[in-house]
């Protein structure tokens, strides 16, 4: 390759300033901004179709489907307002029963601890009976969660 194959004459701008030349990686560039904004346009594309799904759907669809999340939240809510008063008085049950018979409170709460614990590592599934299955059903897909609230020591 000789010395004048690999010049390059550059021509002045009408205006008179020299023009800047290419850079050796501004095709790659180019095609690396191409290629993110197809992407972009496919995911635009891939939004635009799922919202298109809910405008196609007529508004009784959507309405039903809304008041359906709606019954099944005020479900879990009144579920939760049982639990916490059922908590509460079983607490209180059983720190009764327990000053009756001696037993310090810091031992009825690492008792409760292991049960809880022996339930979510399914070592006792249902506490003998005393859990439903939907409400085990809700436990499992919490378990993660629940483990680190009953984590010992």
Not at 21 to 35: K, R
Not at 78 to 96: C, G, H, I, K, T
Request: glycine share 4%.
């Amino acid at each position: 390759m000789s010395l004048s194959s690999s010049l390059t004459i550059a021509q002045m701008n009408p205006d008179g300033s020299v023009p800047v030349p290419e850079s050796p990686d501004a095709a790659a560039n180019a095609a690396v901004e191409a290629l993110r904004r197809e992407e972009e346009a496919e995911a635009l594309k891939q939004r635009l179709e799922s919202l298109q799904e809910v405008l196609d759907k007529s508004l009784s669809e959507i309405l039903a489907e809304r008041d359906r999340f709606k019954e099944t939240a005020a479900a879990w809510d009144a579920f939760a307002a049982m639990w916490v008063l059922s908590q509460r008085a079983m607490r209180s049950v059983a720190m009764e029963l327990a000053a009756a018979q001696g037993v310090p409170e810091e031992e009825v709460v690492a008792r409760a601890l292991a049960s809880a614990n022996r339930v979510l590592n399914t070592e006792d599934e249902d506490l003998g009976g005393s859990i439903a299955p939907a409400q085990m059903a809700h436990i499992a897909r919490h378990r993660g969660f629940l483990r680190k609230q009953f984590r010992q020591g």
